[in-house]
């Protein structure tokens, strides 16, 4: 059995190290690292146009159509090179997310801008017991007319400062199991969310606490059907 990289992959490998070599040296590395957000808006501009924003977006939606091998293949490289970027946190686990999981009105209305570079998504799940399994997740949305209201925090989340769109992984079930988990689609400037970083030992990406105070969720914000998010996010 070969477990090489294809040609292609190979291609992609050279090419995102040759790029990094040349935009991302130690000395970039360095300064963007001492930005407060370790982010540069030109550098993620180049990798725009590198591609790599839509490295797992549909070729329809304008993305390069490409898999989840092949974005750990230029994540290798992102992290070879310790360049600061929201690769990881939007173009592979927020996209994926939403390819997988997303309607064909929220695939449309959020899959282009991510590609394109004009929406950064992260994912919020982690939650104060730190835990990967279905039982962490615990922030509970009380219903309400015209959809959810979403009160709690959720911790560790990458690039939450610079990011426009949340993926808030929720528990709209009773119990504690699978079943109940669900995804929601929470743009960054809904009123009531504050964001506010966390120490991390990482200083290449930023954590942040991210906190919601009675924010409303309309029903369109659910991602993948109520109560089916962690056949999805187990993915991840």
Do not use: C, N
């Given at each position: ?44 501009r180049k990798m ?27 994540l290798t490289e ?114 009531g969310i504050s ?42």
């Open positions: 059995m070969d477990f090489g990289l294809t040609s292609d992959q190979q291609m992609l490998a050279d090419s995102a190290r040759e790029f990094l070599a040349a935009e991302s040296p130690a000395t970039t590395v360095r300064r963007i690292s001492e930005d407060e957000h370790a982010f540069s808006p030109e550098l993620f725009v146009e590198q591609g790599w924003t839509g490295i797992l977006v549909p070729e329809a939606h304008g993305g390069l159509g490409l898999g989840m091998l092949d974005a750990a293949v230029l992102l992290g070879r090179s310790l360049t600061p970027a929201p690769i990881l946190s939007s173009a592979v686990l927020a996209t994926s997310l939403i390819v997988s999981a997303g309607s064909a009105v929220q695939k449309k209305q959020w899959l282009p801008k991510l590609a394109s570079g004009e929406v950064i998504a992260t994912v919020a799940w982690l939650e104060e017991g730190d835990r990967l399994d279905p039982g962490g997740v615990l922030l509970k949305p009380r219903r309400a007319r015209g959809g959810l209201r979403l009160s709690g925090s959720k911790l560790f989340v990458m690039d939450a400062e610079i990011a426009h769109l949340f993926v808030v992984a929720v528990r709209t079930g009773a119990g504690s199991g699978e079943a109940g988990v669900s995804l929601l689609l929470v743009p960054r400037d809904t009123p964001v506010t970083p966390l120490p991390s030992i990482d200083v290449t990406r930023r954590v942040y606490e991210v906190k919601f105070d009675d924010v409303a969720v309309p029903p369109t914000a659910l991602l993948g059907g109520e109560g089916k998010g962690w056949k999805h996010l187990a993915k991840l």
